[in-house]
């Protein structure tokens, strides 16, 4: 297993700006935020992606999630937030140790709102959706296969 800046953090070997912290889990102060209050929330498992993780530790950070995201919510004044979790380079994940961001979205703020031209410059977070098609067959197929490994 990597042992990843999250580790030595988790350790106390690297500061950082803890908010929150129990036997499973930490919540840090993302360094590079994209918005005020830019979240996140580790479990102390050094596993590199979620489908890695124990149940304990999965079971402990969805149960301080929604505590962690009403105190930033509180404390920021956002209006809304994104959950985002990066699994392997190709979903854009940097650091090989799972974790979730919180994104406070402010929609006032020089932050993403998609296509509008005088807030594409700032920081914040860009959604891109662009929805496929799933037919009833396929949708059968697959979803025959992967309730067999469930
Ligand atoms: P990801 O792309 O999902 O792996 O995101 C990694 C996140 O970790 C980025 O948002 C970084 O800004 C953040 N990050 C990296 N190093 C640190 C650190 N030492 N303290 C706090 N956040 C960090």
């Given at each position: 297993?990597?042992?990843?800046?999250?580790?030595?953090?988790?350790?106390?070997?690297?500061?950082?700006?803890?908010?929150?912290?129990?036997?499973?889990?930490?919540?840090?102060?993302?360094?590079?935020?994209?918005?005020?209050?830019?979240?996140?929330?580790?479990?102390?498992?050094?596993?590199?992606?979620?489908?890695?993780?124990?149940?304990?530790?999965?079971?402990?950070?969805?149960?301080?999630l929604p505590r962690i995201?009403?105190?930033?919510?509180?404390?920021?004044?956002?209006?809304?937030?994104?959950?985002?979790?990066?699994?392997?380079?190709?979903?854009?994940?940097?650091?090989?140790?799972?974790h979730f961001h919180i994104?406070?979205?402010?929609?006032?703020?020089?932050?993403?709102?998609?296509?509008?031209?005088?807030?594409?410059?700032?920081?914040?977070?860009?959604?891109?959706?662009?929805?496929?098609?799933?037919?009833?067959?396929?949708?059968?197929?697959?979803?025959?296969?992967?309730?067999?490994?469930?």
């Amino acid at each position: 297993m990597t042992d990843s800046i999250f580790s030595k953090i988790i350790r106390g070997e690297i500061s950082s700006h803890k908010v929150y912290e129990d036997d499973f889990v930490i919540a840090i102060l993302d360094i590079a935020p994209l918005s005020e209050g830019h979240t996140l929330v580790i479990p102390k498992e050094p596993a590199e992606t979620i489908d890695q993780l124990s149940d304990d530790h999965a079971a402990a950070v969805g149960r301080v999630l929604p505590r962690i995201a009403r105190a930033i919510m509180k404390v920021t004044g956002a209006t809304a937030y994104n959950l985002l979790q990066n699994n392997g380079q190709d979903a854009g994940q940097v650091v090989p140790h799972v974790h979730f961001h919180i994104i406070p979205r402010f929609p006032d703020r020089n932050e993403a709102i998609e296509g509008a031209p005088d807030k594409e410059n700032g920081p914040g977070l860009r959604v891109t959706w662009k929805p496929g098609t799933l037919t009833p067959e396929e949708a059968l197929e697959l979803g025959k296969h992967i309730k067999r490994l469930l």
